[in-house]
């Protein structure tokens, strides 16, 4: 037996060890593959969760305290936001939807034209320390001196105060004033006068804006006879 055919045997067993390492290894790169292949498909997965808006509603409730034609916002709505899967089936909700509040008002309109003046929480005859006739709407009492000139309320923010006849506008009532000169702004009844009293019972409509001071410089530019008040809501 020749050299050459000796180491035969041997070159098959090397073949075949090298064919099965090979196969091995292309075993591995096969597994290999697989495992990113199912990886892509779970990001493929993932990536289908979409965000859906979800409609807030609008609860509308009737109130005679406010003239017919006006609407008060009691509440701002926003809408809200899930995820939803290919089917639209909600997976999450992200934000709840806030729903809007408003009333809508059913009461007596009612536009004036009159005469308005101002005065001072010092003025002769005024309480020592400017506190207003009227109850607030918590049950308590503001006082020119000390809270100052505006009264906050919970509808309207922060407003003027006036002094009126409150057998026609009662305390907590919010008017629109109309003034040739100051310009538009809003007001609360919080007080009152014997001077707006006098002037209702002989068919005038009479305001007296509300100052912390009657130093105050702007005091003396209010007073005139041509205003327009238009009432936004009826006492508390």
């Known amino acids: 037996m020749s050299t050459s055919e000796l180491g035969r045997p041997f070159i098959k ?13 292309g ?6 593959k697989e495992e990113v292949k199912v990886d892509n498909l779970n990001k493929t997965q993932n990536s289908i969760a979409l965000t859906k808006v979800i409609k807030k509603d609008t609860i509308e409730t009737y109130n005679d305290s406010i003239p017919t034609g006006t609407t008060i916002t009691k509440q701002e709505g926003q809408d809200g936001l899930s995820y939803v899967n290919e089917k639209g089936e909600t997976i999450e909700v992200i934000s709840e939807p806030i729903n809007q509040e408003v009333e809508i008002g059913t009461g007596k309109r ?20 400017g506190t207003m006739s009227c109850k607030t709407k918590n049950g308590g009492y503001h006082s020119l001196r000390y809270d100052g000139k505006t009264y906050n309320d919970s509808d309207y923010g922060e407003i003027r105060i006036v002094a009126a006849a409150l057998s026609e506008f009662p305390c907590g009532t919010v008017m629109d ?6 310009g538009t702004f809003k007001a609360i009844v919080l007080d009152t006068g014997g001077a707006m009293i006098k002037d209702w019972a002989n068919g005038v409509v009479h305001m007296d804006l509300a100052f912390a001071t009657e130093n105050d410089p ?6 005139n006879s041509n205003v327009k008040y238009i009432v936004q809501r009826w006492g508390w």
């Open 13 to 25: 067993i090397y073949m075949s060890l090298s064919a099965l390492v090979l196969a091995l290894l």
């Open 218 to 223: 702007e005091i003396h530019n209010v007073t």
């Open 27 to 32: 075993s591995i790169n096969l597994f290999s």
């Open 177 to 182: 004033i109309i003034h040739p000169t100051l």
């Open 110 to 129: 009612a536009d004036y034209v009159g005469k308005i003046t101002g005065y001072g929480a010092d003025c002769a005859g005024c309480s020592p320390t």
